[in-house]
């Protein structure tokens, strides 16, 4: 089976890759990454000593490129995880998101249909479903909620669905999507909420959440993101579309003082600072069909899971220090710059909303 991961220098692929080359050591696995900001060459230097991977530095929007190396690789299987993945700078900048998130998925789409690709897998998201109310803890997404998206990113993502089940109906190209929650582990870029506030706790630098910390998500372990996609693309049914997620909601707050507890932190360095604009309240999944379909479910708890993130990025702190001690630094600068602190304390944003109300 010969796969071609793109995307695979990021977070979650680079994650599959290694499950990948583990769990079937006579898969071939190609990576095709633009080695982006989020994209980190080094994070494969395990990879590149196995004789069935090859990395090949290329954007998945130059249709070229990308025809040629369906040309010559002959793949079997596509795994499109090569997007602009984070919200914050969708609301900066969309027009990133659609081109890469969207043109790159109809050029991988095209070539897979030109080179006979048995399989083309695009890996998506729960934000496509929008978000659930915070006081309805009895609804969750299923795989026919209604697409409803918030920010650019996940009307980018959701455009891309939309594309890839037209190819299904129209090309016949064989197509799976799964629709995953968020994902913690090892590898991902210290934007994103968990590596960021482990790296800024580790510091003693202020830890900044939106709003009043209260929305929720429903959170997963990376390596079982993999597991599942690994499952839909031997086992998936063709043209379905697959949540991976399930019951491990916590609010931003809970993450954030589950870690400074676990790093002996104090709990002052909480910062509350302006809401992202937008922002979708609740994720939560139903697995149901892939439990039923295909005997996958998460077994990961929070508690563990982040446990092993936390001492993962203890044990590689030369890997994120590189990361934000670059342009990173003039990125959390632009990005956190403009936002207000609320307060340093969670009854004081309460007082402060209540003053407002009542002026209001
Ligand atoms: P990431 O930002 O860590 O990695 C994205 C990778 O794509 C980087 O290596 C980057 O260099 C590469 N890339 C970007 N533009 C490219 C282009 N034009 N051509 C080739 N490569 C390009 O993202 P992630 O968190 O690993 O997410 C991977 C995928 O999973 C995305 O499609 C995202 O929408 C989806 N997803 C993420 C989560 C999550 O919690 N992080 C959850 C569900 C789904
Ligand atoms: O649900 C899947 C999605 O999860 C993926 O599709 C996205 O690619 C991925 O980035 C993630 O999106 P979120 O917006 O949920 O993740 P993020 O880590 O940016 O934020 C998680 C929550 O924490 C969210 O409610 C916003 C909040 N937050 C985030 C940051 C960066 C803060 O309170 N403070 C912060 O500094």
Same mark, same amino acid.
């Given at each position: 089976?010969?796969?071609?991961?793109?995307?695979?220098?990021?977070?979650?692929?680079?994650?599959?890759?290694?499950?990948m080359?583990?769990? @079937?050591?006579?898969?071939r696995?190609?990576?095709?990454?633009?080695?982006?900001?989020?994209?980190n060459?080094?994070?494969?230097?395990?990879a $590149? +000593?196995?004789?069935?991977f090859?990395?090949?530095?290329g954007?998945?929007?130059?249709?070229?490129?990308?025809?040629?190396?369906?040309?010559?690789?002959?793949f079997?299987?596509?795994?499109?995880f090569a997007?602009?993945?984070h919200?914050?700078?969708?609301?900066?900048?969309?027009?990133?998101?659609l081109?890469?998130?969207?043109?790159?998925?109809?050029i991988?789409?095209?070539a897979?249909?030109?080179?006979?690709v048995k399989?083309? @897998?695009?890996?998506?998201?729960?934000?496509?479903?929008?978000?659930?109310?915070?006081?309805r803890?009895?609804l969750?997404f299923?795989?026919?909620?209604?697409?409803?998206?918030?920010?650019?990113y996940s009307?980018?993502?959701?455009?891309?669905?939309?594309l890839?089940q037209?190819?299904?109906r129209t090309y016949?190209?064989?197509?799976?999507?799964s629709?995953?929650?968020?994902?913690?582990?090892p590898?991902?870029?210290?934007?994103k909420l968990?590596?960021?506030?482990?790296?800024?706790?580790?510091?003693?630098e202020?830890?900044?959440?939106?709003?009043?910390?209260?929305?929720?998500r429903?959170?997963?372990y990376? /390596?079982e993101h993999?597991?599942?996609?690994?499952?839909? #693309?031997?086992?998936?049914?063709v043209? /379905?579309v697959?949540?991976?997620?399930? @019951?491990?909601?916590?609010?931003n707050?809970?993450?954030?003082?589950?870690?400074i507890?676990?790093l002996?932190k104090?709990?002052?360095?909480?910062?509350?600072?302006?809401?992202?604009p937008? @922002?979708d309240?609740r994720?939560?999944i139903d697995?149901? +069909?892939i439990?039923?379909?295909?005997?996958? /479910?998460?077994?990961?708890?929070?508690?563990?899971?982040?446990?092993?993130?936390?001492?993962?990025?203890l044990?590689?702190?030369?890997?994120?220090?590189?990361?934000?001690?670059?342009?990173y630094?003039?990125?959390?600068?632009? $990005?956190?710059?403009?936002r207000?602190?609320?307060?340093?304390n #969670? +009854?004081?944003?309460?007082?402060e909303?209540m003053a407002?109300?009542?002026?209001g």
């Amino acid at each position: 089976m010969n796969i071609l991961v793109t995307g695979g220098a990021g977070f979650i692929g680079s994650n599959f890759i290694y499950y990948m080359l583990e769990k @079937h050591p006579s898969y071939r696995i190609v990576c095709l990454d633009l080695l982006t900001y989020a994209g980190n060459i080094s994070t494969l230097e395990k990879a $590149m +000593k196995n004789n069935n991977f090859r990395f090949v530095k290329g954007d998945i929007t130059d249709k070229d490129l990308v025809f040629k190396l369906f040309r010559e690789e002959k793949f079997d299987v596509v795994v499109n995880f090569a997007a602009e993945s984070h919200v914050d700078r969708s609301i900066d900048n969309p027009e990133l998101f659609l081109k890469t998130n969207i043109l790159g998925t109809q050029i991988l789409m095209d070539a897979s249909i030109k080179y006979n690709v048995k399989r083309y @897998h695009q890996v998506s998201t729960d934000e496509v479903y929008g978000d659930l109310p915070l006081d309805r803890t009895d609804l969750f997404f299923t795989e026919g909620t209604p697409i409803q998206t918030s920010s650019p990113y996940s009307a980018s993502k959701a455009s891309a669905d939309l594309l890839v089940q037209a190819y299904y109906r129209t090309y016949k190209l064989p197509i799976t999507i799964s629709r995953c929650s968020n994902n913690y582990g090892p590898y991902q870029f210290p934007e994103k909420l968990i590596p960021l506030i482990i790296s800024r706790a580790l510091n003693d630098e202020p830890l900044p959440v939106y709003g009043k910390g209260e929305n929720i998500r429903d959170w997963i372990y990376v /390596e079982e993101h993999s597991e599942a996609i690994d499952l839909i #693309i031997n086992n998936g049914k063709v043209g /379905e579309v697959y949540n991976i997620g399930g @019951h491990n909601e916590k609010t931003n707050l809970e993450v954030v003082e589950t870690i400074i507890d676990e790093l002996g932190k104090s709990k002052e360095l909480i910062t509350f600072v302006s809401d992202r604009p937008g @922002h979708d309240l609740r994720y939560a999944i139903d697995p149901t +069909k892939i439990r039923n379909e295909l005997g996958w /479910e998460p077994k990961i708890r929070f508690n563990e899971g982040i446990k092993m993130t936390i001492k993962w990025y203890l044990d590689n702190q030369e890997w994120w220090e590189d990361i934000i001690s670059g342009e990173y630094m003039n990125y959390y600068d632009k $990005m956190y710059g403009d936002r207000k602190i609320i307060s340093d304390n #969670i +009854k004081e944003v309460a007082i402060e909303e209540m003053a407002t109300e009542k002026d209001g």
